[in-house]
């Protein structure tokens, strides 16, 4: 089985979104980020990880600021999880933010991303048919 296919199906239904979705390029950044945020460094090729790290960093790279930054018991059932709050968080404050132009550019490297592994994938299934 293709080791990356996880990848491949999450950034393709990102690409997806980013392609059709409703709204501007942060909303659709959302749902695709939504879409993707899963992905760990064992579902992306090495030599693609850096790429992936970039996008990340990019919808994620400012803090938000709240009034509590803490939560006293973050995972209480009856409080959401802190780690997930401080991403959305993080995510949801960064594409407030951002402008139309730096969202293109990370909507275009999710885009690279999904072909590179796409074309990875294609490679994977021609090397299948010669055995």
Request: glycine share 4%; with cysteine.
């Given at each position: 089985?293709?080791?990356?296919?996880?990848?491949?199906?999450?950034?393709?239904?990102?690409?997806?979104?980013?392609?059709?979705?409703?709204?501007?390029?942060?909303?659709?950044?959302?749902?695709?980020?939504?879409?993707?945020?899963?992905?760990?460094?064992?579902?992306?090729?090495?030599?693609?990880?850096?790429?992936?790290?970039?996008?990340?960093?990019?919808?994620?790279?400012?803090?938000?600021?709240?009034?509590?930054?803490?939560?006293?018991n973050p995972f209480d059932e009856n409080q959401m999880n802190?780690?997930?709050?401080?991403?959305?968080?993080?995510l949801l404050y960064n594409l407030r933010r951002m402008k139309?132009?730096?969202?293109?550019?990370?909507?275009?490297?999710?885009?690279?991303?999904?072909?590179?592994?796409?074309?990875?994938?294609?490679?994977?299934?021609?090397e299948l048919r010669k055995s």
């Amino acid at each position: 089985m293709f080791p990356y296919l996880y990848a491949h199906e999450k950034l393709s239904t990102s690409v997806r979104i980013l392609a059709i979705g409703e709204g501007d390029i942060r909303s659709r950044l959302q749902g695709a980020f939504n879409e993707f945020h899963t992905l760990q460094s064992k579902d992306i090729p090495p030599e693609l990880q850096k790429d992936y790290a970039w996008i990340i960093k990019e919808l994620t790279k400012r803090e938000p600021k709240y009034q509590f930054d803490t939560i006293d018991n973050p995972f209480d059932e009856n409080q959401m999880n802190y780690l997930e709050w401080k991403k959305d968080g993080s995510l949801l404050y960064n594409l407030r933010r951002m402008k139309n132009r730096t969202g293109s550019r990370i909507a275009k490297k999710v885009c690279d991303l999904q072909d590179s592994i796409q074309l990875a994938y294609e490679e994977y299934r021609l090397e299948l048919r010669k055995s």
